[in-house]
């Protein structure tokens, strides 16, 4: 799974015109973008919290239930 994670990373980096020579000359955007779809992947490994994970805000459930 990792070398899979590894070269889908390795595309997207190349989609965004991204590699590590030039890295000082990504645009925000660039980095930006990758680092969405790096945390999306980790995620999605439960490695990292997800987009609209309940935090501690939320209302216990009721005792009742």
Request: aromatic share 4%; hydrophobic share 45%; proline share 6%.
């Given at each position: 799974?990792?070398?899979t994670l590894?070269?889908?990373?390795?595309?997207?980096?190349?989609?965004?015109?991204?590699?590590?020579?030039?890295?000082?000359?990504?645009?925000?955007?660039?980095?930006?973008?990758?680092?969405?779809?790096?945390?999306?992947?980790?995620?999605?490994?439960?490695?990292?919290?997800?987009?609209?994970?309940?935090?501690?805000?939320?209302?216990p459930r009721?005792?009742?239930n």
């Amino acid at each position: 799974m990792e070398e899979t994670l590894a070269l889908y990373l390795a595309r997207q980096a190349r989609s965004l015109n991204l590699d590590l020579p030039a890295l000082e000359e990504a645009t925000p955007e660039q980095l930006r973008d990758f680092a969405r779809v790096a945390l999306q992947e980790l995620a999605a490994l439960g490695l990292g919290a997800a987009e609209g994970e309940v935090g501690c805000w939320a209302v216990p459930r009721s005792p009742q239930n």
